[in-house]
């Protein structure tokens, strides 16, 4: 395993990816919260460029005691990446898809751990 330096910190800008190539293989790398993560830019599901889509909270709908829904609003505490070709919604902190695609077991994004040193973000695989 190698690192490979991506940036420095202050230049990616929260939850916009940014998309490196390493050894061959594309990458988003995403900041929030002063925390990074990195995924191969391959869906899953079809093989969509995932880190191509938006980033965008969870949708929270809540609702009064007959189960009809009140307020709905997107969460500004957990995000998910959005596959632009079919809409796979994956958690952004772990790559797991929400839910089952056709009642299959979960898609994951390829993780890449991330590492800061001096200021700069780095890769590593
Ligand atoms: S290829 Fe990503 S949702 Fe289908």
């Known amino acids: 395993m190698v690192l490979h330096n991506v940036g420095k910190t202050n230049e990616f800008p929260e939850l916009r990816p940014k998309i490196v190539t390493i050894d061959g293989k594309e990458i988003g790398v995403y900041k929030w919260n002063d925390k990074f993560f990195a995924y191969q830019n391959r869906c899953y599901h079809q ?5 191509e889509g938006i980033v965008q909270g969870d949708l929270i709908c809540e609702m009064d005691e007959h189960k009809h829904i009140t ?11 959005i596959c632009p070709w079919h809409a796979v919604e994956y ?6 898809a929400r839910g089952t695609i ?24």
């Open 91 to 96: 958690d952004l902190e772990t790559g797991i």
């Open 102 to 125: 056709g009642g299959k077991n979960k898609l994951i994004l390829k993780r890449y751990e991330t590492v800061i040193e001096n200021g700069q973000v780095k890769v590593k695989l």
């Open 71 to 81: 307020k709905k609003y997107f969460s500004t505490e957990k995000y998910n990446i």
């Open 47 to 51: 093989g969509g460029p995932a880190c």
